[in-house]
């Protein structure tokens, strides 16, 4: 089956940075789509950043010009650098693995919506 494990959070002071890795495991074939969402305590789950095999990016209003998503398909593996960190990104973030296939014995199969066990992010002086 397909794990996604993700490392990087932390406690961290208004302006400073860190980096979120999630690397997927498991007899993966390809992954099409991968992002980073996150939950702030009593808020819906959102979109930070996303982005597809071909390396085209899509990202939140809110962290454009401070955060870069990444990847490295052989690797199965993305990244979020976050620079500038504000108050405000204090959340629980969580890796996505969209539209991906993988083997299990001789067959291949589809797979969607993989999520990873969430890392805290807390930006605070």
């Known amino acids: 089956q397909v794990q996604l494990v993700e490392s990087g959070g932390g406690l961290v002071q208004p302006g400073g940075s860190l980096r979120l890795s999630c690397a997927a495991s498991g007899s993966i074939f390809s992954i099409n789509d991968m992002g980073w969402y996150r939950q702030a305590p009593g808020k819906q789950l959102e979109l930070v950043a996303a982005i597809t095999s071909g390396g085209s990016t899509n990202y939140a209003d809110s962290v454009k010009g401070r955060f870069t998503i990444s990847r490295d398909n052989a690797k199965n593996t993305v990244y979020l650098q976050m620079n500038t960190l504000k108050p405000e990104d204090t959340a629980v973030y969580y890796c996505?693995?969209?539209?991906?296939?993988?083997?299990?014995?001789?067959?291949?199969?589809?797979?969607?919506?993989?999520w990873g066990q969430g890392t805290q992010v807390t930006v605070s002086s």
């Open positions: 996505n693995a969209d539209r991906l296939s993988y083997y299990s014995g001789s067959r291949r199969y589809n797979g969607y919506r993989y």
